[in-house]
């Protein structure tokens, strides 16, 4: 289970949920007269219980789904809303900058004008998003009421190689706002003003004649081949869709769409206005200097001190390890009895039509999906097989693959990738798949890849242990895999020396080790400047909490404050 953050992760945006706008509202006493009852103040911070019931309905939901009480919710997230707030005052009450007094700031409102307009725009529009999105899953349910259809899988999802020039460091990666990204997504809907809720499509937007062409694409017809998704169809489902979260917001809140929306970005502008305070602290006190070169080296030193003993005690665990290795994992020794059997493999999936894919489905029910006849059928396919670029380019796959000869350099391989796959475990990945070469091992990751990959991958390294370097194709119901050997797993290889270069994809060992040391460093400080400035306001009464008025809607929870 996830901990709870002692603090809020800098310069990213508190993530708010909107289950109860499904009619999953899990905390209650929202009749007016509960939530205007002054509850706490912090500093020159007066706080409403309802503000405090919206926090925990936006972030309480998630912790009790993954096991933890209400008791263990409410003892986790209090503090740290107090926390936000303290930092909150402490931020207005120290401000020594201009304010914005641009449009947007002044729409927002609140305390927007303590914040750039960059920033606005992205919280803005995040919350839009975050909204649309809740809407599309209450749409989506509607339709599925009269519809089925096949799970989405996209083929055309190409997302470009990440590329940072020498220096790139994680203080770097922590002040990155794409609002570009956010752009893009709010572009599949009705053009918005940011002002009002434009969610439902007119049925003559080319926008949702698009979206109701893929749904068709994916409906399951049983038979009947003049059953379609229609355009009136998903608008009707859009407005239910509209009409239930209105009906929950009202509920819940006691206010309308737009009020709500408001009341959110003035939270999340709060939210932020904290962030911005602790990352100044943090900013301040250069947590990149402090880490050297020694400091680097010794903890290089102490991991793979530990890593060496642990696995000298008990070596098959390594491949427990390696078979699951994730994004966040480093390889730091290899077991000797080990060094010869494992190897990375990239992977270029080229995917099956749809079509294609719904023709298999039908064929693995008749003639088993291990049988030689269905491998035969699938394989008939590929004279079919219709390969696309990340620009929508299209090409037949004999022609795809003789243009491509037996070999290529790895720098080639990997262009490929982000030109045609769309396997998103080779998707800027930190490392590539892991095979053994061993017939007996068939694990990864705790599953199993699938056989057909397995069986050629492995005849592709023996070649590659024979001096033999080229690529290799598999089919499986995804489609063709292009496949090239990685390298051998090995140690990898960690420098202070390349400790900011961060590299392309997933990010370089010494430049990932090196954020590793940094996030931790600045977890800690950061853990320290919240804690002080919290003792130090409650030791000087700058926080208040009323007790009765807290414990009124503690009560309805069936727990206990504890003050």
């Not at 205007?36 to 020159?44: E, F, R, S, Y």
Request: proline fraction near 2%; hydrophobic fraction near 35%.
């Amino acid at each position: 289970m996830a901990k709870f953050k002692k603090f809020i992760s800098i310069i990213a945006l508190a993530v708010f949920s909107l289950t109860f706008l499904v009619g999953c509202g899990l905390f209650v006493l929202n009749e007016d007269r509960y939530r205007d009852q002054d509850a706490i103040k912090v500093g020159n911070e007066q706080i409403k219980l309802g503000e405090v019931i919206d926090y925990f309905n936006a972030n309480g939901t998630a912790f009790l789904q993954q096991g933890y009480t209400m008791q263990q919710v409410w003892d986790g997230l209090f503090p740290v809303f107090i926390q936000q707030k303290v930092m909150l005052n402490e931020y207005k009450t120290t401000f020594d900058g201009s304010k914005n007094t641009s449009d947007r700031a002044t729409e927002i409102g609140g305390n927007a004008e303590y914040l750039d307009d960059e920033t606005l725009e992205y919280i803005q529009k995040s919350v839009f998003l975050s909204f649309y999105s809740s809407l599309d899953s209450l749409t989506m349910n509607e339709l599925k009421s009269d519809f089925t259809f096949e799970d989405k899988v996209s083929n055309d999802d190409y997302p470009e190689m990440i590329e940072h020039e020498n220096g790139y460091t994680p203080a770097d990666a922590d002040r990155q706002l794409d609002i570009e990204a956010l752009d893009e997504e709010l572009a599949e809907y009705p053009n918005q003003d940011y002002k009002t809720v434009k969610y439902i499509f007119a049925e003559t937007d080319e926008k949702v004649a698009e979206i109701v062409a893929d749904l068709n694409e994916r409906l399951v017809k049983d038979g009947d081949e003049e059953k379609e998704v229609t355009v009136a169809d998903y608008v009707k489902a859009q407005n239910k869709a509209v009409s239930t979260v209105t009906k929950n917001i009202k509920n819940n809140k006691k206010v309308d769409v737009e009020t709500y929306l408001k009341n959110t970005l003035k939270e999340q502008v709060d939210s932020q206005i904290a962030n911005d305070y602790l990352a100044k602290e943090v900013y301040s006190e250069d947590i990149q200097g402090k880490i050297t070169q020694q400091v680097f080296e010794d903890r290089l030193a102490e991991k793979i001190a530990q890593e060496t003993e642990a696995y000298s005690k008990n070596p098959s665990a390594f491949t427990s390890f390696i078979t699951g290795l994730g994004s966040d994992d480093f390889v730091y020794y290899v077991p000797e009895q080990y060094k010869d059997e494992y190897y990375y493999v990239r992977s270029i999936l080229l995917p099956f039509s749809d079509e294609q894919t719904a023709l298999l489905k039908a064929a693995r029910t008749h003639l088993g999906s291990t049988s030689a006849e269905y491998k035969a059928y699938r394989n008939s396919f590929i004279a079919d097989l219709e390969v696309k670029d990340n620009e929508g380019n299209a090409t037949n796959f004999a022609d795809f693959k003789a243009s491509l000869g037996t070999s290529v350099s790895e720098k080639e391989f990997i262009e490929l990738t982000y030109k045609y796959n769309t396997d998103p475990g080779m998707q800027n990945p930190v490392h590539s798949y892991v095979v053994s070469k061993n017939p007996t091992d068939l694990s990864y990751g705790g599953t199993s890849f699938v056989r057909e990959f397995v069986d050629e991958a492995r005849v592709m390294i023996a070649e590659y242990e024979n001096g033999v370097d080229q690529m290799h194709f598999a089919v499986t119901d995804y489609g063709v895999h292009l496949m090239m050997v990685d390298g051998k797993v090995v140690a990898d290889e960690i420098k202070w020396s390349e400790a900011k270069n961060y590299g392309i994809e997933g990010g370089s060992a010494s430049w990932r080790f090196y954020q590793e040391i940094y996030t931790e460093l600045k977890n800690l400080f950061a853990d320290k400047q919240v804690a002080s400035l919290y003792n130090s306001y409650k030791q000087s009464g700058k926080i208040v909490i009323d007790a009765d008025v807290i414990s009124t809607y503690t009560d309805t929870l069936g727990i206990e404050y504890k003050d």
